[in-house]
């Protein structure tokens, strides 16, 4: 009979945490927990969770000095009696002395399918090189750099809209967190495989910590920028150099990449980017960088110092009106989000509170997101976070979303059309094309005769829609679906299409004119 497992938890971040809540569900007896030292007076949520279970914690800021393992730490470790080690997040070298000292040895959750993709960076170059798959492995932990015998592996497709935050929030977060616990059973159980692995396919990659690591190669094909770009969004973000025309140069980070296809733009600048043999381009939805293949990749957001932008307002001055007065409703608003903030910094929020310089993480940024959707039932993103990463920056994006959902007016969106005469009554209908928010005429303005059946009279001359125009509905739609209606909550939603109803039901009579004369034309 397996012996009962004594469970040494080694590592960080709410990945860490969930791993031993998990754990803890399963009734496992984890007998201490070892993470980082606090930063300033927030402590790490791994910690915050074992002291919530009274399970003791030791916070280490180093296990070992040139190379040899602490005396002191090593004792607290040994005083625990662990028979198992579970190393789910760890950034710390651990030795040999800790990584054997269990009896049952130290088992690791890697982000990559292994043996490819060994080191710290394993999901964003899972990204940059293009894989067609994403995936996890749990490890038997050895001397080598994650090189250990598998005792599980699971993968997944990587999605054409996949960055580094969404592949890890989408599968390699819950199913890691699951597998965890499943590859502990198997330990329990005694049942655990022991797969050494090949070193056929074996890849050692750089650290993307580093920053000369994080500059894009924009001498390469559109493909592999906007796979570099994606490997590191929503950090740190891909660097590029802009020269600008007084011969400086300004380092600024690239966001929300994907590969361009909607045709010609309307350019409202362009960018001289070093490395890049032609100009990037300024346009209404973003920058447009040519690959060496011809091919284009947007860039929705640049991020210059601190401050994030909308690549498209890259030559806007600050000039939009600011707001500056709240209502009680809101200010009372505002100090529920201070303590939105306060929960997860786990310190005092000034105006000039910014979120990451604070401390706050990848993860922190989803907590704040669903904690703020929770609260106000806005539209939010990852993205308003980095748009706005100081509380009273933050603060007024919130009001913003507040009140664009709460206002009533309606928006007229101007067309070219006739007046349409039937059943005694007089209708507008437009005659142009729909896309991307407007009425506009189809390519070369080729237009398509819509006749009376009953009298063969001419009705009106419509837009007749060419592949490009087609092409352009299409990626618009495309940028909809995964832009402002991915923001959307479900509630909002609902009430959208609530409002819709209510327009078809007021306009019912004038819609069945139209049907009437347009299903026999």
Excluded at 29 to 37: E, M, R
Excluded at 276 to 285: M, P, S, V
Excluded at 351 to 380: H, I, Q, W
Excluded at 505 to 516: H, N, V
């Amino acid at each position: 009979m397996a012996q009962p497992l004594r469970i040494a938890i080694i590592g960080q971040s709410n990945f860490a945490a969930d791993v031993l809540e998990l754990i803890l569900e399963k009734k496992y007896n984890v007998v201490g927990v070892f993470t980082i030292p606090d930063k300033g007076s927030r402590e790490d949520i791994l910690a915050t969770t074992a002291a919530r279970h009274n399970i003791p914690v030791f916070k280490f800021a180093s296990w070992r000095k040139k190379g040899v393992a602490l005396p002191d730490v090593l004792e607290q470790y040994k005083s625990v009696k662990a028979t198992l080690n579970v190393l789910p997040f760890c950034s710390q070298f651990i030795p040999m002395e800790v990584i054997d000292g269990a009896d049952l040895g130290s088992i690791c959750y890697h982000p990559s399918i292994l043996p490819r993709h060994r080191g710290a960076s394993a999901i964003q170059w899972t990204l940059i090189e293009g894989d067609e798959d994403a995936g996890f492995t749990i490890f038997w932990a050895d001397d080598g750099l994650d090189t250990g015998p598998i005792l599980l592996q699971k993968q997944a497709p990587v999605e054409p809209t996949d960055t580094l935050d969404t592949i890890y929030k989408r599968f390699l977060y819950p199913e890691g967190v699951k597998s965890m616990g499943v590859a502990v059973d198997l330990v329990a159980a005694g049942t655990a495989p022991k797969i050494t692995q090949t070193e056929i396919g074996a890849t050692y990659d750089p650290a993307m910590f580093k920053e000369e690591n994080q500059f894009v190669d924009l001498h390469q094909p559109a493909r592999n920028i906007f796979n570099f770009v994606r490997g590191l969004d929503s950090q740190p973000g891909a660097l590029a150099v802009v020269l600008n025309s007084n011969g400086s140069e300004e380092k600024v980070r690239l966001f929300g990449a994907h590969i361009y296809s909607a045709g010609p733009v309307k350019q409202l600048g362009s960018l001289q980017l070093k490395g890049l043999k032609t100009l990037a381009y300024i346009h209404q939805d973003g920058l447009l960088i040519q690959g060496t293949d011809g091919n284009f990749v947007n860039v929705r957001r640049i991020k210059k110092g601190s401050k994030m932008i909308n690549a498209a307002d890259w030559f806007k001055q600050s000039d939009q009106p600011q707001i500056t007065e709240f209502s009680e409703d809101e200010l009372l608003k505002k100090e529920i989000l201070r303590g939105v903030w306060n929960s997860i910094l786990k310190a005092p929020i000034e105006a000039e509170t910014d979120f990451f310089a604070a401390g706050a993480g990848s993860m922190d940024v989803v907590r704040l997101v669903e904690e703020c959707k929770d609260a106000f039932d806005v539209p939010l993103e990852n993205e308003h976070v980095f748009m706005a990463p100081v509380f009273e920056e933050f603060f007024v994006e919130i009001v913003k979303n507040l009140r664009q959902g709460s206002s009533a007016s309606g928006v007229e969106v101007p067309f070219e059309g006739f007046v349409m005469r039937a059943n005694k009554r007089e209708i507008p209908v437009p005659t142009q094309l729909f896309i991307n928010g407007e009425f506009i005429d189809a390519e070369g303005k080729k237009t398509l005769d819509i006749i009376n059946p009953t009298n063969e009279e001419l009705i009106c001359k419509v837009a007749c829609a060419s592949r490009s125009d087609v092409d352009k509905a299409v990626q618009a739609a495309h940028n909809a679906f995964y832009g402002s209606w991915k923001q959307v909550s479900a509630r909002q939603r609902g009430q959208l299409m609530l409002k819709l109803a209510d327009l078809m039901e007021q306009y019912k009579e004038d819609l069945a004119t139209i049907e009437s004369v347009d299903s026999g034309a």
